[in-house]
C-alpha cells in the first residue's frame, strides 16, 4: 500500500502547474509589449550617429546636437550654433527639410565640421523610420542619422 500511495503522490506533483517566480512575472517583454516609440513631432531628439560614424560630445564645453520638429518648424542646435528652419512631413514615412538658418559663432574646427555634415545631410533626408526608440533620417530608404529621445511633450 505504501508504494502505490507514493507513485499517487508522485504522479499528482508532476501533474500539477509550476508556479511562475515574481522575477519570471516582472522579466522585460515577458507579459508586457514594447513601448512605442516617441513621437516625431514635439520631442526633443539628440544625434547618436551622423553618417554612419557616432557622434559624442564632451560636455561642457560641447552642447549636445539636437533636433525638435513642431508645426513645421525645425529647431535645435547643430553642434556649434543654433538652427532653425523648415520640414514637412506626411506622419508616416516621408521627412524633408527647407533651407536651415543658424546663428553665426565661430566654434572649434571639429564642431564646425560636424555642424556643416550635419547641414547637409538634413538637406538630403526625404524619410525617417523608427527602430526601437530611436528615431532613423533616411536619404533615398537609407539611415543617414540617428537620434534618440531626449525630452517627450
Request: net charge neutral; proline share 7%; hydrophobic share 40%.
Amino acid at each position: 500500500m505504501i508504494p502505490l500511495a507514493a507513485i499517487v503522490a508522485i504522479t499528482a506533483g508532476c501533474a500539477q502547474t509550476p508556479v511562475r517566480s515574481d522575477a519570471a512575472a516582472a522579466a522585460p517583454g515577458a507579459t508586457s509589449p514594447a513601448r512605442p516609440a516617441p513621437k516625431l513631432t514635439e520631442t526633443q531628439w539628440k544625434l547618436k550617429e551622423l553618417k554612419g560614424k557616432p557622434v559624442v560630445r564632451k560636455a561642457p564645453e560641447q552642447r549636445e546636437v539636437t533636433l525638435l520638429l513642431a508645426e513645421g518648424r525645425a529647431s535645435g542646435h547643430s553642434g556649434c550654433n543654433q538652427m532653425m528652419g523648415g520640414y514637412t512631413s506626411d506622419g508616416v514615412s516621408t521627412l524633408a527639410f527647407g533651407q536651415m538658418a543658424g546663428t553665426m559663432m565661430m566654434c572649434q574646427p571639429q564642431d564646425m565640421d560636424l555642424e556643416r555634415l550635419l547641414l547637409t545631410t538634413l538637406g538630403e533626408v526625404n524619410g525617417y523610420r523608427y527602430a526601437d526608440q530611436e528615431l532613423l533620417l533616411l536619404k533615398d530608404g537609407v539611415p543617414v542619422a540617428r537620434y534618440e529621445a531626449l525630452t517627450v511633450k
